[in-house]
């Protein structure tokens, strides 16, 4: 199957910043990037001159297939998201880019796995049902649906036909959960195209895969299983 990274990526529709990005970043500039934990390391602070005890910290490594970057989470950062910090798992970093001589690295304040980060930092969710009409059974299951995974994800519905397209007023606390669940059943009642994430353009880089990610050959392309 498909990179992880890369699934990740193409369900998020690039609403995330990129490794690339942040290497083009200054130093202090705000930074969110979607990415593997790779090597992670947990690391205890010394006692200081002010007598504050020592304490645990991370240093993490975060790989998006355009390239890794170093994220550094400390002690009161770890404390709130450590059970984040897995290896092999998928998470959008969000912190400040920190330049000091040849060394630099994402000095990390929030760590969410991509479904939190998903209802946290886009515009929403957008489902399009192909329909020349839609009735009240087809309704009642979508609602069912998404009450079964309801969150604070916004969801817009639009129905297109070969006449028209049209958007459905939804209750304004009609929202998902982008869980795993959801996406599948969403993909097995209306097709694996109906859903699109909305980016919101202040989180995402100038760096999203358009050269890596947009190629056909390569969306498509299977990576050997190790």
Request: hydrophobic residues 35%; negative net charge; glycine residues 6%.
């Amino acid at each position: 199957s498909s990179h992880p990274v890369l699934e990740a990526v193409k369900l998020s529709n690039n609403s995330f910043g990129t490794t690339q990005g942040a290497l083009h970043a200054n130093d202090g500039d705000d930074v969110m990037v979607l990415g593997m934990i790779k090597p992670a390391r947990t690391l205890r602070t010394h006692k200081n001159r002010d007598d504050k005890p020592s304490a645990d910290m991370a240093a993490l490594v975060l790989d998006d297939l355009t390239g890794t970057v170093e994220a550094v989470v400390f002690p009161r950062t770890y404390k709130a998201y450590m059970q984040y910090i897995v290896e092999e798992t998928i998470v959008v970093v969000e912190g400040k880019w920190s330049v000091r001589g040849d060394r630099s690295s994402i000095q990390v304040s929030a760590i969410y796995p991509l479904e939190q980060a998903l209802e946290r930092y886009t515009k929403g969710l957008e489902v399009s049902l192909e329909r020349a009409a839609i009735d009240v059974k087809e309704v009642d299951r979508l609602y069912s649906i998404v009450n079964q995974n309801a969150g604070g994800m916004p969801l817009r519905l639009k129905v297109n036909n070969r006449d028209y397209a049209l958007d459905i007023p939804l209750p304004d606390k009609f929202g998902v959960k982008p869980t795993d669940e959801f996406f599948n059943q969403m993909k097995q009642y209306y097709g694996s195209g109906c859903c699109r994430v909305l980016a919101d353009d202040r989180y995402a880089d100038k760096y999203v895969f358009e050269q890596l990610y947009t190629d056909t050959e390569v969306m498509e392309f299977e990576f050997e299983e190790a």
